[in-house]
């Protein structure tokens, strides 16, 4: 069986946590429709007294173990079927926290949110073929934003409590620099990507004639994807400049790149601005990166601590135990113990796996 699905039990807690509420309408046509054809549908479990049906287990299985691909073997699934369950039960009692503490969202947030959807696909049309292929209408994903949205506010009151001290911070660098704050040697490149090639051959000819790189970004910035500032470059290694990056290896310094293609969607235009050298990046320039880093660490710890909580006290009746795994097999932690997942847990099994 999986390493992580084994012995990290808690990492799969957190992806179930993230498929199960954190997702938008994505996923509507991965949970529609009943079991599969031929195969007898019964209730394997009550959360509640709500009955969890065979078929609605296992898409949430499916979905889950499509995470994995070929990593997932046939002694893994009872274990995927438990960590699925535990976040069936967690999304239960998720929306009775959030109804009983009366967490609100304006239309305008959702109207807001709904917007930034359709403004991640090309065009309007795109969206509307997109949600009609799906099967969803417009309510529909404004009521998974609202839900959204009324999680992601609960756990900002999780966070109230959290700080960070100066001294966390410098032991967190003085123990992770070598590791985590190592820059390696390369070339500081400003880049831009466009979706308009016209706007994009506009752009790196008023540069190369003498325009400010941040004036020409402002002028063109309903057509730019991305785009450094000029005072901001961004370090790309001899490995990145490959492909459709070639360009770079060997362009001259400070001299603005022909426009090229980024994919079949964008061009890019870039100027090579200084060599870097290997080395620790200093205290000063990474203190705001750790302390984000501790903080994040000490909000999941928070958040995991209370999904146990909810774990614990949900009323759950297992149906079929033959499905899930034997009590006292390898894997088959303690749920509450499951749900309580900690960053550094999860940090151990991505390093392991």
Known sequence: MLKMMRNHTKTIMII????????CFAGYGLYSGGGEEGTRDYPVAEVDGRQIMRSELERGAARLSEQYGSQIVSDDVPQ?????????????????????????????EINAAYTNIMDSYPTREEFLSSIERSGVTEKQIKDD?????QMQKMMETLAQGVSVDSKE?????????????????????????FKNRESAEAAQKAIAAGAKWDA???KYKADIEMATSYDTPMLFTEQMMQGELETLKDYPMNKITPVEKAGEQFSYIAIKRRNEAERVLSFNEVSGDVSSRIRNQKMQEEQQKFYGELLARAEVKILDTSIFPAEGTAGAAASADTAAAVSGDVASADAKN
């Open 16 to 23: 179930v946590i993230l498929l199960f509420v954190a997702s």
């Open 80 to 108: 995927i079927r438990k960590a699925v369950l535990e976040g069936m039960v967690i999304q239960a009692e998720l929306e009775k926290e959030i109804a009983s503490r009366k967490i609100d969202v304006s239309n305008d």
């Open 145 to 149: 934003i609202r839900r959204q949205i």
């Open 169 to 193: 911070v410098s032991a967190f660098y003085d123990a992770a620099r070598e590791l985590l704050y190592k820059q390696p040697a390369g070339v500081m490149v400003n880049i831009a990507t």
């Open 216 to 218: 020409e970004m402002e």
